[in-house]
């Protein structure tokens, strides 16, 4: 949610993952986003979690898979904004774990540089930072970033190819606004006192600082094989040496 309401207008949404509709219902608040769209790679998620939602009563679930902004596109997220073009104000992914099988491809530095090509002017990507690696890569492919973690992860990055700028007093206006008022407690959420210690752990940071450290690529996907190796030791096994 906290992207989605720090935004100046987020107006077109891309969402890599549905999982369990948590980040795509967080970041649908705003009455200004006019297009909401989905990446999800396994085809039966939606059918899956409305049964889900009809079974334990969440009104939640409900109303974000009848929301006639959204759209489910069953299909890889990376693939689809690889070949679409299509341009996005927020993309946010919250995806896999680090360690999963294939997280490579949403945690290295050719993904970034995909989701950096997908924004439009002042445009945010959005990403967990569960690894320094993780930190590391997303710092060298964006030239503005804010931050919420330390140097060996954290909780969120955005990053932008223009600056980024974090207007709290605004945020305090938009949760006032009965769209983005209701929606979150349609939702159970109290949602400017679970954002609230953001206010001080996101900062804006200079990238330069952590971006040469260890990181992820397509080719090498470091975390995903939970690498501890220093890349001395790289190249010593793989006879580089």
């Given at each position: 949610a906290v992207p989605a309401l720090l935004h100046p207008e987020p107006r077109t949404v891309g969402v890599v993952g549905m999982g369990s509709g948590g980040t795509l219902y967080g970041i649908a608040g705003r009455p200004e986003t006019q297009a909401l769209t989905c990446f999800e790679i396994m085809s039966n998620q939606p059918e899956v979690l409305r049964t889900y939602g009809e079974q334990v009563g969440d009104k939640a679930i409900r109303r974000?898979?009848?929301?006639?902004?959204?759209?489910i596109v069953g299909n890889d997220g990376r693939y689809e904004l690889s070949v679409r073009g299509i341009r996005y104000d927020l993309i946010e992914a919250d995806a896999l774990r680090p360690n999963s099988a294939f997280s490579g491809n949403i945690y290295s530095a050719e993904y970034f540089q995909l989701v950096r090509d997908r924004l439009n002017a002042g445009g945010w990507a959005v990403?967990?930072?569960?690894?320094?690696?993780?930190?590391?890569?997303?710092?060298?492919v964006f030239p503005f970033v804010a931050y919420a973690g330390g140097p060996g992860g954290g909780l969120l990055l955005i990053g932008s190819n223009e600056p980024i700028e974090l207007d709290w007093k605004a945020v305090d206006a938009r949760l006032q606004d009965p769209f983005t008022r209701e929606h979150y407690e349609r939702a159970d959420m109290d949602i400017a006192t679970i954002i609230a210690p953001l206010r001080e752990q996101l900062v804006v940071i200079d990238p330069t600082t952590y971006a040469h450290g260890d990181k992820n690529t397509d080719l090498f996907p470091k975390d995903?094989?939970?690498?501890?190796?220093?890349?001395?030791?790289?190249?010593?096994?793989?006879?580089?040496q």
């Open positions: 974000i898979l009848e929301d006639e902004r959204l759209r990403s967990w930072c569960p690894s320094a690696r993780t930190l590391a890569t997303f710092c060298s995903e094989f939970e690498l501890p190796y220093t890349n001395e030791l790289i190249k010593k096994r793989l006879g580089l």
